[in-house]
């Protein structure tokens, strides 16, 4: 007769206190969450659906390009087909700006045109207005959920589902809201915590370590804006340096545009920050997975290790990131005789310097953060060894019946 260790008892008593103590934390955030969604949600004369702020006189139509651009009495025209309104299949010609068709245009191009009669004599009454990248953007967004798909399968999937979400947070509550005058910080928290639940829940399940990984966002979270709020006025970021800032001051003269930074800072490092949280919390999980042993210091240790090499590859990809969008204006800037301090303190380039230094710094520090809350939970969460034995277990008595 054989007897077989029964294997050691799982801490549910534990396991059950701890759920109760992070639903206790979560679900209020939530609540809040939701509560501060229908405050802030744009009700009535918005300007986005019920009115627009600009209008179209001569809305843009559709043309194929036909032939080559050319250059006539020094206007660059190019031959097209009209596609849409009276005079479709109608052939003429469009006036193309010189950079454009230089380096973008060519036959089978579908282009966006607009029609301006006063200008016939100039050579043409149709004049380039943009492309049309639809087709391009459709086969670029399937091979991005084919590869998702092939790699991460269900996972990838789930993940695809929560960035969509997060997308319908922004088009649909973060930008109306803040063209309806709604506080831009309030709107920043308000919809990166609705991401933050759609990403983490969707894409990685409801459990202990993803709960885990959500709290140390909102941690990182807190800090980014923390330091945001006081970085941004000390270096006095108002937002009004840019051309695009410029324009919406007088647009929207209501808009607070140094929040409105802040607002960007905070969304922008969100995806970053996502990363790194639930990294750190698989990296905790995975160590006492390998060794149930393993006592709190030691994987304390462990996943500082990991954090270590995950701050300094995504504190430089932040950095990177941030100059290539700012690369245009760092050669404007390149090409005016002031000493190198004085360009780096300059307008949009402080603007972006601080960005990075914010975003870099909540980054960091909610690292430590949720390592610490993830050393102090783990052992309170089911281990592959664990659900194993716990199936051994459920095999073990539908044998004895």
Request: aromatic letters at 6%; one cysteine or more; proline letters at 5%.
């Amino acid at each position: 007769m054989h007897h077989h260790a029964a294997p050691a008892a799982l801490p549910t008593a534990a396991r059950r206190r701890a759920r109760l103590v992070l639903a206790a934390i979560v679900l209020p955030l939530l609540v809040a969450t939701l509560i501060a969604t229908w405050w802030l949600w744009p009700r009535g004369d918005s300007l986005i659906g019920s009115r627009a702020l600009f209008s179209d006189e001569s809305p843009p139509g559709v043309a194929t390009v036909v032939g080559e651009p050319r250059t006539e009495a020094g206007i660059t025209l190019a031959d097209i087909e009209l596609e849409t309104g009276e005079s479709a299949g109608v052939r003429t010609t469009m006036q193309v700006p010189a950079e454009v068709a230089e380096h973008s245009i060519s036959v089978g191009d579908q282009v966006r045109v607009v029609f301006f009669p006063d200008q016939l004599e100039s050579g043409s009454p149709y004049v380039f207005y943009d492309f049309i990248r639809t087709a391009p953007m459709l086969w670029l967004a399937a091979g991005y959920l084919l590869v998702v798909v092939l790699v991460s399968r269900l996972r990838g999937m789930a993940a695809v589902v929560g960035l969509l979400a997060s997308l319908g947070v922004i088009v649909f509550f973060v930008i109306p809201a803040l063209m309806a005058g709604s506080p831009p910080v309030a709107v920043a928290l308000t919809g990166s915590s609705l991401m933050m639940f759609f990403a983490v829940y969707l894409a990685h399940g409801i459990s202990i370590r993803t709960t885990t990984a959500l709290l140390g966002t909102f941690g990182g979270l807190a800090v980014t804006l923390g330091v945001g709020f006081w970085a941004l006025h000390a270096a006095h970021v108002t937002g009004t340096q840019s051309e695009s800032g410029q324009f919406l001051h007088t647009a929207l003269p209501g808009l607070p545009l140094g929040d409105l930074i802040l607002c960007g800072v905070v969304i922008a490092g969100l995806g970053a920050l996502n990363d790194v949280t639930i990294t750190q919390a698989s990296a905790v999980w995975e160590l006492y997975g390998a060794n149930p042993a393993a006592s709190k210091h030691e994987l304390w240790r462990g996943g500082m290790r990991i954090g270590e090499d995950h701050i300094a590859s995504t504190v430089y990809t932040l950095a990177f990131a941030y100059v290539g969008t700012a690369l245009p204006v760092l050669l404007l800037a390149a090409m005016i005789d002031r000493p190198f301090v004085h360009i780096l303190g300059a307008g949009e380039i402080a603007e972006e310097i601080v960005r990075t230094l914010v975003s870099s710094i909540g980054l960091v520090l909610a690292i430590p953060l949720t390592t610490a809350i993830a050393v102090a939970l783990v052992h309170l969460a089911p281990t592959r060894r664990d659900r194993r034995a716990g199936r051994r277990q459920n095999q073990q008595r539908e044998g004895q019946r």
